[in-house]
């Protein structure tokens, strides 16, 4: 069965911390994204990799940054955590090759404090 | 820019009910489309999905028409359960030729309550 994992559930932060969100794929995808969901606005893609090492930013990556050093995991650093990215992060990944859909992680509910 | 556009919410329906979520999309080309679910507290799962004009997705008992002519894509139910309360998102994947990247473009979301 596939699975994309995150490796956290919840998390609490202090403003001004660095925070690291990972997220595992064992499907071999080429593409992985970082989403941020907030009521009202639905899923917005913060950066998203189509290859390791490789990066291209999303609508909102202000404040994010991501690292892809191997093909299976894709992470998100808040350099500097403030409390307006408290959200929901999701993760996903997907076939580069063909246009089909993209699996998710369960989330991880962050909280900056 | 491509974009998703589909009914707000919260759909109140009772047990039994038809159930209709409206979704339109504006694209280049010809986008494959989704419609994803999420449970309370998980992850979004995949529901169903159609790559091409006229193709119907199915899953569930959910149904959705890949409709060209009107660029909509408008998930329906015959009958709705308790067990189906959920957010519902429609998306379309972009492509991306140069670099065969598929992003996703959601939809805001809509809320479903089936009280019984």
């Known amino acids: 069965d596939v699975k994309v994992t995150q490796s956290s559930r919840y998390l609490v932060k202090r403003t001004g911390e660095k925070v690291f969100l990972e997220c595992v794929q064992d499907?071999?995808?080429?593409?992985m994204f970082w989403y941020r969901q907030d009521p009202g606005l639905g899923l917005r893609l913060i950066y998203f990799s189509y290859d390791v090492k490789m990066k291209e930013k999303g609508d909102i990556p202000e404040g994010y940054s991501v690292s892809r050093e191997k093909k299976e995991r894709f992470s998100l650093i808040l350099e500097s955590a403030s409390t307006n990215q408290t959200s929901m992060y999701l993760c996903a990944s997907s076939n580069g090759r063909r246009r089909t859909e993209a699996f998710f992680g369960q989330g991880t509910r962050l909280t900056v404090v | 820019g491509n974009s998703v556009t589909q009914m707000e919410g919260p759909v109140t329906l009772s047990e039994e009910a038809f159930l209709t979520i409206n979704c339109t999309y504006t694209?280049?080309?010809?986008?494959?489309l989704f419609w994803y679910v999420q449970y309370p507290g998980e992850g979004l799962q995949l529901l169903l999905k159609a790559t091409k004009a006229d193709d119907k997705g199915s899953n569930k008992g959910f149904e959705a028409t890949y409709r060209k002519e009107t660029t909509s894509f408008h998930l329906e139910k015959g009958s709705v359960q308790v067990s189906d309360s959920a957010v519902y998102f429609c998306?379309?994947?972009?492509?991306?030729?140069?670099?065969?990247?598929?992003?996703?473009?959601f939809g805001t979301g809509t809320l479903l309550a089936v009280q019984p």
């Open positions: 998306a379309l994947s972009e492509m991306n030729y140069g670099g065969a990247t598929n992003k996703l473009i």
């Open positions: 499907m071999d995808h080429e593409n």
């Open positions: 694209a280049t080309g010809y986008p494959s």
